[in-house]
């Protein structure tokens, strides 16, 4: 089960750390093709999901990696789950239906933090 845990929450760590750190560095030119939202969303609130995003994928990491507070992974999962639930709802509620993605991370979340509760 540990190994299952380091493939999966460090996959949806690769992929928040990077997110995150185009959400804080770019600009919303730059965002807006990969990100139709971005429009709909005051850049200060861009770039401070962005930081989250780059803190929650250090707590699925650090913390099970030091053996400090392992707890705070599950919580990191969690949050990315609810993240994702609110991203899903910003999604609809515009003009972009495209979801697949947010319900792929979900799943992945949700898996994660089934694995998190066996460290």
């Not at 460090?10 to 429009?39: I, N």
């Not at 899903?88 to 509760?117: E, P, Y």
């Amino acid at each position: 089960m540990n190994i299952a845990y380091w493939i999966v929450a460090g996959l949806l760590a690769l992929f928040y750390f990077y997110a995150g750190a185009m959400k804080v560095v770019r600009s919303g030119d730059q965002l807006r093709p990969m990100m139709a939202w971005v429009d709909r969303v005051p850049m200060p609130v861009v770039r401070t999901l962005g930081a989250v995003e780059v803190l929650g994928a250090t707590g699925l990491i650090l913390p099970p990696l030091t053996g400090i507070a392992a707890s705070l992974a599950s919580a990191a999962a969690t949050g990315f789950l609810l993240l994702q639930i609110c991203a899903v709802a910003v999604h609809l509620t515009g003009d972009d239906r495209r979801i697949t993605l947010n319900l792929g991370l979900m799943a992945t979340a949700a898996v994660t933090i089934w694995l998190a509760s066996g460290l």
